[in-house]
C-alpha cells in the first residue's frame, strides 16, 4: 500500500497531476511538447517528470535529443484503475481542455522543420 500512497502524493501537485493526465489521454509524448502543453519551461516540466519517474508512475525514452514520456503500465487493477480515472475523471476538466489544445498546435521533435523555435521561447534569459 505504501507504492499506491506515494503515487498519490506525487499527484497530489497540480503540474504533476496535469502530466499524467496528458499521457494518460494521449500516450507517449516528448517533453518538449508537454511543456508547451502546459505553457511552462522544458526545466520545470522535466523536473516535475522526474518526480513522477521516481515513483514509477511514468517511464521514459530517447530519441536522439529528445526524451519521450510514457505513463506506466504494470498490468495490475490499481495502475488499470489509475490511468482509467485519469482519462475519465479529468478528460473534460477545463484546465485538461486547455492543455490539450495547445499540445495539438505543440511542434517539436523529429520531423519538425524548426526544431529551435519551440525550446527558443521559454529559454531564460
Avoid at 505513463?71 to 482519462?87: E, I, V, Y
Amino acid at each position: 500500500m505504501e507504492d499506491e500512497a506515494n503515487v498519490f502524493k506525487i499527484l497530489g501537485e497540480p503540474t504533476r497531476l496535469r502530466l499524467a493526465i496528458l499521457l494518460a489521454l494521449k500516450g507517449e509524448t516528448c517533453v518538449c511538447m508537454l511543456a508547451q502543453a502546459l505553457d511552462e519551461p522544458d526545466f520545470k516540466v522535466s523536473r516535475h517528470l522526474a518526480g513522477l519517474r521516481a515513483t514509477g508512475l511514468v517511464k521514459a525514452r530517447r530519441e536522439g535529443i529528445w526524451i519521450y514520456y510514457r505513463l506506466s503500465d504494470t498490468g495490475t487493477p490499481f495502475w488499470k484503475r489509475l490511468r482509467n480515472c485519469l482519462k475519465d475523471c479529468f478528460g473534460d476538466h477545463p484546465v485538461t481542455v486547455g492543455d490539450l489544445a495547445r499540445l495539438a498546435r505543440a511542434a517539436c521533435g523529429p520531423g519538425t522543420a524548426d526544431r529551435k523555435a519551440p525550446h527558443a521561447k521559454r529559454r531564460p534569459a
